[in-house]
């Protein structure tokens, strides 16, 4: 993060900026629809990019709300306005002159300590109420973010709403498919899912050969994948190359509207280093930015990629 009261480029903290900070950014259309501008709060990651662009390409205006310390400083090429997590008061005063009324949550974010979060006057009323929201899991702190973003006077909706087009389809991606050993593997992978979800715990497996071998806690995807290859590496689990398969899904009763995963070629790199065979995820259940360079990381490092089920599968 920038110092404080800086967004880490030298400008107050909260400044409007962009290529036409009062208007239309120079990739967006005009809007056709008559619809208030989208905001878009965007964390790490190539997915706020890619929401912003396809909400452009239907012709929705959009405004972009970068984090400091997670957002993309490329994102600037839209209007914006960087804030830091605590400043509720000042991020909300901005979207409502701009006429912003719905809001969409994308992109990495770390769960942040508080002592870190920098916060306004308007924060600093409800610390009790946010201290409460940071005992409990990833579900308990952002169902309480959606009840503070409505109390605001804002809607907010999912990235699968405004940009249904980058949703994962159902089927194989790419040239390989899963054999039965690996399909039964996914089945195992969602199983596990749906049984752990009522308890808060990560939407991610690996299954190998039928054994659970890593579950997804508070690490996240990337960490768990490095803790299975630490384990083949130092022999606690015994299992060649090119076996078993990385599941992920939403938890049962997971607000879709926050925390859906992405997928990118930057987790298939990840899972063929650590030696997988493939990749599973809930079709309609993920984010793909970019399908055509999903499917060619893909096929190059020999591993399947499917989009599987859906709700209720």
């Known amino acids: 993060m920038g110092l404080p009261g800086e967004d880490g480029h030298g400008r107050a903290a909260g400044a409007a900026c962009?290529?036409?900070?009062?208007?239309?950014?120079a990739s967006q259309k005009p809007n056709p629809h008559g619809k208030a501008p989208l905001g878009i709060v965007a964390g790490g990651g190539s997915f706020p990019a890619a929401v912003a662009e396809a909400a452009a390409a239907d012709g929705r205006e959009v405004v972009l709300f970068l984090i400091q310390g997670f957002a993309d400083p490329a994102l600037e090429r839209w209007p914006h306005h960087w804030f830091r997590l605590g400043s509720l008061g000042s991020v909300t005063s901005w979207a409502k002159a701009r006429g912003v009324r719905e809001v969409v949550m994308v992109g990495a974010l770390t769960r942040p300590r508080m002592r870190d979060l920098g916060f306004d006057f308007t924060m600093l009323r409800l610390l009790p109420r946010i201290a409460r929201l940071f005992r409990g899991g990833d579900n308990h702190l952002l169902s309480g973010v959606l009840g503070l973003v409505s109390e605001q006077g804002f809607t907010l909706v999912g990235a699968h709403e405004v940009a249904p087009r980058l949703l994962l389809p159902q089927g194989v991606l790419g040239a390989l498919q899963p054999n039965e050993t690996q399909e039964a593997d996914i089945a195992r992978g969602l199983d596990v899912i749906r049984a752990l979800g009522p308890f808060d715990v990560g939407q991610g497996v690996i299954v190998v050969d039928g054994l659970v071998a890593a579950v997804e806690a508070a690490e996240g995807t990337d960490q768990m994948l490095a803790r299975y290859g630490e384990m083949r590496r130092s022999g606690r689990?015994?299992?060649?190359?090119?076996?078993?398969?990385?599941?992920?899904?939403p938890k049962p009763g997971q607000d879709r509207r926050v925390d859906l995963p992405s997928l990118g070629p930057q987790t298939v790199t990840r899972a063929a280093e650590v030696g997988l065979a493939g990749i599973a995820f809930e079709a309609g259940g993920a984010i793909v930015p970019d399908a055509q360079a999903l499917v060619e990381a893909a096929d190059a490092a020999g591993l399947f990629v499917a989009g599987i089920g859906g709700r209720g599968a």
């Open 237 to 249: 689990l015994r299992f060649g190359a090119g076996k078993g398969v990385l599941v992920k899904a």
């Open 18 to 25: 962009g290529p036409d900070a009062a208007g239309l950014g």
